[in-house]
């Protein structure tokens, strides 16, 4: 199937469509010919430290009207994964907007060490204090699950990159001997969810991003094509050291929408 043909398209931000409060030249051409060819687009993002209703809001000064259907996060499907456990009490490593959500989700979240925590979650957390890592060593000493919404090293950013949550994740393995159970990409799940949502096969869908151990490993993993975007963390040179290969190469978001135009 050519992708101009494609009915699902499955977008990372970070790096793909935007850095930083800067869009990429391209995308909201791109995002208009998906609509005009037939299709759809959502946007899955590893980054944890928004809500859905901040990306909205960024999206909207950036000149993208959505809605809360058009986005599938890591928080999201952290919080699915949760809503197959039994735990009761949830130190939450992260943002106060991530506080918010796993609250907003039903659970009993804190952020200060106290009796009955049987779980910490950790998001990149772009409030990141001392305490909290020292909160996150006090816990992780204890028999307690450990989950961290994805495992992304770096976070792009208008300057260059910004640590990420698996950035965090390497620090307190360091001070811990524990690691985490990574949520989001390069996990299939979130994939599986988008295109339940939107009612199309894995034959219909793509997705586009610029890191080959997130983004393209999840498309991998999920049995759908690919597109890796050079415009964000990920060089050429990543696939010959990681061995993800990607099923098409674009030097940018514009370049994919001059595809479908054709």
């Not at 687009?41 to 590893?46: D, G, I, K």
């Not at 197959?84 to 989700?105: A, P, W």
């Not at 909290?132 to 961290?148: R, T, V, W």
């Amino acid at each position: 199937m050519r992708l101009k043909d494609k009915k699902l398209f499955l977008l990372d931000m970070d790096g793909t469509i935007y850095l930083g409060d800067d869009l990429f030249d391209g995308t909201l051409d791109f995002l208009s010919r998906v609509k005009e060819n037939g299709g759809r687009y959502m946007f899955l993002t590893n980054n944890s430290s928004k809500s859905v209703d901040k990306y909205i809001d960024k999206m909207n000064c950036l000149g993208i009207e959505t809605t809360v259907d058009d986005y599938f996060t890591s928080a999201q499907a952290t919080l699915d994964y949760l809503a197959n456990t039994d735990y009761k009490k949830i130190y939450c490593l992260g943002t106060k907007s991530l506080c918010e959500e796993f609250t907003k989700g039903g659970y009993n979240v804190v952020t200060d060490v106290e009796e009955g925590i049987d779980c910490l979650v950790m998001g990149n957390d772009q409030e990141l204090t001392f305490k909290k890592l020292e909160d996150a060593c006090i816990l992780l000493g204890k028999d307690i699950a450990y989950i961290a919404t994805n495992p992304d090293y770096v976070c792009p950013m208008s300057y260059g990159y910004a640590p990420d949550c698996g950035c965090f994740a390497i620090m307190l393995e360091y001070a811990t001997g524990r690691k985490p159970y990574f949520i989001g990409k390069p996990q299939p799940d979130m994939v599986y969810s988008a295109m339940k949502l939107a009612d199309c096969t894995p034959e219909e869908t793509v997705l586009i991003g610029d890191r080959l151990y997130t983004d393209i490993a999840c498309g991998n993993n999920a049995g759908i094509d690919t597109i890796f975007v050079l415009s964000g963390e990920g060089t050429m040179e990543d696939i010959e050291k990681t061995g993800v290969k990607p099923t098409y190469i674009f030097d940018n978001i514009k370049k994919v929408f001059e595809d479908i135009s054709k």
